[in-house]
């Protein structure tokens, strides 16, 4: 069974940084493009960042670009999302997936991320 693992997620002042973390396992990890998203509560999944497989390309929203940067070590089955200059916005459950933008088929449970003083 697929399993992806999200970890990293907590309070931190506009204007700060957090790294979230997605720990795959039970599937060819290195294999897959992989994804970020978030979901306020009350609100539709949100695309927010997407990486190929070997990480040479990655995409993100226009909300997040220049402040977040998407990354995988395949070696390590992990993927990680550097989040910088954050803003109340950016308050939301994160969610790693496998597959691109909103055509995933496997999500993780989620970590959650608020951004406030």
């Known amino acids: 069974q697929v399993h992806l693992v999200e970890s990293g997620g907590g309070l931190v002042q506009p204007g700060g940084s957090l790294t979230l973390s997605c720990a795959g396992s039970e599937f060819d990890f290195g294999t897959n493009v992989l994804t970020w998203l978030r979901q306020v509560p009350g609100e539709g999944l949100e695309w927010v960042s997407s990486?190929?497989?070997?990480?040479?390309?990655?995409a993100y929203a226009d909300s997040v670009k220049g402040r977040f940067t998407v990354s995988r070590d395949n070696a390590k089955n992990m993927l990680y999302l550097q989040m910088n200059s954050l803003k109340s916005e950016d308050t939301a459950v994160y969610y790693c997936?496998?597959?691109?933008?909103?055509?995933?088929?496997?999500r993780g449970q989620g970590t959650q991320v608020t951004v406030s003083s």
């Open positions: 990486i190929s497989s070997d990480g040479r390309t990655t």
């Open positions: 997936a496998r597959g691109y933008k909103l055509a995933y088929d496997v």
